[in-house]
């Protein structure tokens, strides 16, 4: 089982980036996605979570209202939608999957670097 994180980059406050986790070796019925995020220095923090099956999200406060979690169970890929950007946003951004009936995050992708300049 992988996931495959893309979609970062360099772009100036108040840009856009959509990340993709491309998730491989099985699908997520029964599964949450998340994206968690690490800045320098810092630890890594919750950024979005969907159920697979049924779509159902949520959101760190830091996110409201500006990214948008999403997954596509055709391509068995996973998106965040990052409208707003700012420069705290600059982070490697990281997918993971756990069941549903877990609290663990059992699977990582190997992260993505978003950088956002004032």
């Known amino acids: 089982v992988q996931l495959q994180a893309s979609g970062g980059g360099s772009v100036q406050a108040g840009g856009s980036l959509r990340l993709s986790c491309a998730a491989s070796?099985?699908?997520?019925?029964?599964?949450?996605m998340a994206w968690f995020r690490q800045a320098p220095g810092k630890e890594r923090k919750f950024v979005a979570t969907?159920?697979?099956?049924?779509?159902?999200?949520a959101y760190a406060d830091s996110a409201k209202g500006r990214f948008t979690i999403s997954r596509d169970i055709a391509k068995n890929t996973v998106y965040l939608q990052m409208n707003s950007l700012k420069p705290e946003d600059t982070a490697v951004y990281y997918c993971?999957?756990?069941?549903?009936?877990?609290?663990?995050?059992?699977?990582w992708g190997q992260g993505t670097l978003v950088t956002v300049s004032s």
């Open positions: 993971a999957a756990r069941p549903v009936y877990s609290a663990g995050y059992d699977v």
């Open positions: 070796g099985r699908t997520f019925s029964n599964y949450a």
């Open positions: 969907i159920n697979w099956n049924y779509g159902g999200t």
